[in-house]
């Protein structure tokens, strides 16, 4: 069977990631700082799915934690065929407001660790001449917003180069750039969902979906809906000054 690795894995895109894999066949290593609910998530796909299920815990802005899950990236016993860089949050205030630690902890959550996690499984699948790794970032990639922004611009530049970089050796690397998801994301912010627009909100089976499907089709970079394909080819039209006016206000 096909092993994938996913992090982020007991709540929102990464829960919906570990649903729709284990439907169509996949084991699973599951990654997530609450092992409760990574124990909890685990069962019930095994249950249902007749899957095997592995389970770590591990906080990715933690070195030794995020060591134990690229040594699982490269195990050649039971090698990892998919990688879903999902695990992320996000800080209420803007850059300059928050502190600076909270932002190097943010920084290394979105940053640093998918960019060793994709390093290992890069270095993994290459040589076995086969793999694919979705990097979650997000459509504030293309909208000037702050650090968060830089980060999943930093994600889908990075993952547009893998992509073509890798294609001979048979890996495929994809940036997933969804809008507002309705998962747990927000309110772990402090933001208020109603203050959204309800046509702006996506599903998050519905973006996993969108992903798998574009990642049959080769496409580096995943954008779900047409809502959000419309939104972000205007960002390449409209002037700068009203784009961040537009991106300040979504906030």
């Known amino acids: ?10 709540a929102g895109i990464g ?19 609450d092992e409760q609910r990574l124990s909890s998530v685990a069962e019930t796909l095994r249950g249902r799915d007749g899957v095997q299920v ?23 016993s039971a090698p990892v065929d998919l990688l879903v860089n999902n695990a992320g949050s996000s ?23 998918p960019m060793h996690l994709m390093d290992a499984a890069l270095k993994a699948m290459s040589g076995r001449r086969g793999g694919a790794v979705i990097n979650v970032a997000s459509v504030a990639a293309f909208t000037p917003r702050g650090t968060y922004s830089a980060h999943k611009a930093w994600i889908v530049n990075l993952s547009r180069w893998a992509h073509l970089h890798y294609a001979d050796v048979g890996v495929r690397v994809q940036a997933l750039c969804p809008g507002f998801v309705r998962t747990e994301f927000h309110q ?11 046509w702006m909100w996506l599903k998050a089976p519905a973006v ?11 496409k580096a970079v995943s954008i779900p809906s047409l809502r959000y394909k419309v939104l972000t080819a205007l960002t390449r039209v409209v002037p700068a000054g009203v784009v961040a006016k537009v991106a300040k206000r979504g906030r």
């Open 91 to 113: 800080l209420a205030q803007w850059f300059g407001t928050t502190d600076i630690a909270d932002e190097e902890k943010q920084l290394d959550l979105l940053v640093r660790a």
């Open 1 to 10: 069977m096909p092993r994938a690795l996913v992090t982020g894995a007991t």
């Open 188 to 198: 772990r912010m402090g933001v208020d969902p109603g203050t959204v627009p309800r």
């Open 208 to 218: 996993v979906r969108a992903s798998l499907k574009d990642l049959d089709r080769g």
């Open 15 to 33: 829960h919906a990631f570990a649903d729709a894999l284990a439907a169509s066949g996949h084991d699973l290593v599951l990654v997530a700082r």
């Open 54 to 76: 592995e389970v770590l815990r591990a906080d990715l802005t933690d070195d030794a934690d995020l060591q134990r899950v690229t040594q699982a990236l490269t195990s050649t």
